[in-house]
């Protein structure tokens, strides 16, 4: 049975900063793509940032850069998203996905996690 469960969630003032981790269990970790996505009320789901399944490159959506930070362990089977100077943009549900193409593609979701940044 594939899980992606997301932790870290929470309210932080505007400024601050929070660190998300999503634990997978029931995939080859290493064969996935992993990626943070955000679902603010009323609005899209968005993509956050992407972290490829090798760890070699990461990429961002514009409003986040410079401010938040993915990284995966391989060997933990996680992915982070480090968040920091945060906004009341930045107040959504956030999601973990996974998605690969090796070898069939496949795509899974977390249950999300909130996050409120709100003085």
């Known amino acids: 049975q594939v ?7 929470g309210l932080v003032q ?5 660190r998300l981790s999503c634990a997978a269990s029931g995939i080859a970790f290493g064969f996935y793509d ?3 996505y955000r679902q603010a009320p009323g609005k899209e789901r968005d993509l956050v ?11 961002y959506a514009d409003s986040v850069k410079g401010r938040f930070t993915i990284s995966r362990d391989i060997a933990k089977n996680t992915v982070d998203l480090q968040m920091n100077n945060l906004t009341p943009e930045d107040t959504a549900v956030y999601y973990c996905n996974a998605r690969k193409e090796i070898f069939g593609e496949r795509e899974y979701w977390g249950q999300g996690t909130q996050v409120t940044v709100s003085s």
């Not at 899980?3 to 969630?9: P, Y």
């Not at 505007?14 to 929070?18: A, K, Q, T």
């Not at 992407?50 to 990461?58: E, K, S």
């Open 3 to 9: 899980q992606l469960v997301e932790s870290g969630g």
């Open 49 to 59: 940032a992407t972290i490829t399944r090798t760890g070699g490159t990461t990429n």
């Open 34 to 36: 992993m990626s943070w």
């Open 14 to 18: 505007p400024g601050g900063s929070l």
